[in-house]
């Protein structure tokens, strides 16, 4: 197997936990590739040097049915390094050197068991939907996101956003913006904005509103069979879509559309650890902090 190792300058990587990765993939015999900023990383902080046949950028050389992506980060560098596949269906884990790491599969702390589980099989992978967007003049075609799509204001003056789903108004939403995600990404800016948490399995969309005028405005599901589309007016004439970790200004007369994209993410996920485990973990459900000083 070829592990496809992916990570950011923003990360607090240490000497001692890149040597345990390299150690690691040595123990099993893996082939690896690393992005070219992950690898200058390396190359500083230990005594690695990195053949540059190793080294990717954009185009990663290998066969989908042989190769892993391992992305050493939290879940905006997972985010981030999906688009470096080029929508093939190569498996994507995460080890989580940030914070909350919803889509991560393992921590630092338990990274000898994750490449153990590798090496034998261990580990699972799930299908995840990703949302298809078109009409955003700056990307020069379609882009693809795992967790959502948010359309914000730039300034410090609110935003007017028609929705329609299917061609059917929803709302008229004045505020600071809205949010479409899929279940994957429920946990992410969405729930930040009052949205609902969705399992990873069902079928749909959310449109969760972002500091609307109305009170009475609250999230909408939707099946993800559905298109939405989003008529965005500022008053200064530019409004911001942000997509998973890119960013994007659109101006005045730009129709976004949305739909479930053709392409789906395989996630790799520990065999023995449900969603629902992973959701009362993180969110810290099973602390009683009644009797806490």
């Known amino acids: 197997m070829k592990i496809l190792l992916f990570s950011r300058p923003q990360i607090q990587h240490t000497a001692d936990n890149i040597e345990r990765l390299f150690s690691l993939i040595e123990r ?12 200058s990383i390396v190359e500083a902080l230990t005594s690695y040097s990195i053949a540059e046949q190793n080294i990717y950028d954009e185009e ?28 093939r269906a ?22 000898e068991q994750f ?44 935003l007017n956003i028609v929705t329609q789903v299917n061609g059917q108004r929803v709302a008229q939403y004045n505020g600071d913006g809205v949010i479409i995600s899929t279940p994957t990404g429920s946990t992410a800016y969405s729930l930040s904005a009052g949205g609902p948490i969705v399992a990873p399995e069902c079928r749909c969309f959310l449109i969760t509103p972002l500091a609307p005028h109305n009170f009475g405005m ?30 994007y200004r659109i101006g005045e007369g730009e129709k976004i559309t949305i739909r479930r994209a053709e392409e789906s993410i395989l996630l790799v996920l520990p065999h023995n650890i449900s969603f629902y485990e992973t959701l009362h973990s993180k969110m810290m459900w099973d602390t009683d902090i009644r009797n806490r000083v």
Not at 90 to 111: C, E, K, M, Q, Y
């Open 28 to 39: 099993y015999g893996f082939q690896y590739a690393i992005n070219r900023e992950f690898a």
């Open 218 to 247: 609250r999230p909408v599901v939707v099946p993800d069979s559905a298109e939405v589309e989003l008529d965005i007016t500022a008053r200064h004439g530019e409004a911001m879509l942000s997509i998973d970790h890119r960013t």
């Open 90 to 111: 190569i498996p994507v884990a995460g080890i989580n050197f940030g914070h909350l790491g919803f889509l991560t599969s393992a921590t630092r702390d338990d990274v």
């Open 115 to 158: 490449f153990d589980d590798v090496a034998n099989n261990r580990l699972r992978t799930e299908q995840r939907t990703m949302l298809a967007v078109e009409g955003i003049r700056q990307a020069g075609g379609r882009v693809t996101a795992l967790n959502e799509v948010a359309a914000q204001r730039l300034e410090a003056t609110m």
């Open 60 to 87: 990663i050389d290998c066969q989908a049915e042989e190769a892993m992506m391992v992305c050493c980060g939290g879940d905006g560098t997972l985010l981030e390094g999906i688009h470096h596949l080029k929508n």
